[in-house]
């Protein structure tokens, strides 16, 4: 069944309406007619069985049918804070995280990030985006909230959010051994918020591991094997996913 978002104001007790985009989409995409049932989700875990009772160029409007909580949703926060990739990765890192259930995306410029935004323009053109590819994931992906895409930070910026969270971990080559690793894995799986710091291609300088592990940011391991930038985020993201799970 199609999935879509609408904001929490345009529910009323039995109807929800939608607009923009999702109209040509329903009406000119998928053609679909008066009668036929669609799933909304108000962006903050619930969702909408409904039935489309008008339609036209300008409006969308469905009865709602039943209500439930969305059952895609983790039982915790998940921040993840990725070091600025070159080219167009942050569109795949993007996309997947937001596929394994993270909550909100943190650009982080560091010391080693090859790639830069120091343009407001050019960062509020990425911005635009990358949040419309977490749009069209978090509908595939059935989620029952929009993750956040938020501003490029500073790695000190990253440092101080942070420790708002409940724990976070960041994968670095010289942490301890594999055991160690999962012991902290299966702890950060039992708090309710959890950050997630990954480098850019170029790693994280030592200078910074060592301001993170002053932030009590725990350094792991994720194996004998030298893993790109687009890949640790995600392995991370799915070995918590797994063990979050429930």
């Avoid at 300008?58 to 039943?66: H, Q």
């Avoid at 895409?149 to 959010?161: G, I, L, P």
Wanted: glycine share 6%; proline share 4%.
């Amino acid at each position: 069944m199609f999935r879509f978002y609408a904001p929490s104001d345009n529910f009323s007790d039995n109807e929800v309406f939608l607009e923009k985009d999702d109209i040509n989409h329903i009406k000119n995409v998928l053609r679909m007619d008066i009668g036929e049932k669609i799933i909304v989700c108000d962006g903050k875990g619930q969702d909408s069985l409904c039935e489309i009772s008008y339609l036209d160029n300008s409006c969308v409007k469905a009865t709602i049918i039943n209500q439930y909580p969305c059952k895609a949703e983790l039982p915790a926060q998940i921040i993840l804070f990725q070091g600025l990739p070159k080219k167009d990765k942050m569109e795949l890192i993007i996309q997947k995280a937001v596929e394994l259930g993270v909550s909100k995306i943190v650009p982080v410029s560091t010391k080693n990030c090859v790639a830069k935004i120091e343009d407001r323009k050019k960062e509020a053109k990425k911005l635009e985006r990358w949040r419309s590819i977490v749009l069209s994931a978090a509908k595939q992906s059935g989620r029952g909230i929009i993750p956040k895409v938020c501003s490029v930070m500073s790695f000190k910026e990253a440092m101080e959010y942070a420790k708002e969270l409940e724990g976070a971990i960041i994968p670095y080559e010289k942490a301890k051994g594999i055991e160690e690793s999962k012991k902290i894995i299966k702890d950060m799986a039992t708090k309710h918020s959890v950050g997630i710091f990954i480098g850019p291609e170029g790693g994280f300088d030592v200078a910074e591991i060592e301001t993170a592990q002053a932030n009590n940011i725990h350094p792991i391991t994720l194996g004998n094997r030298i893993l790109r930038t687009e890949t640790a985020g995600l392995t991370v993201l799915s070995i918590l996913m797994f063990e979050m799970e429930k």
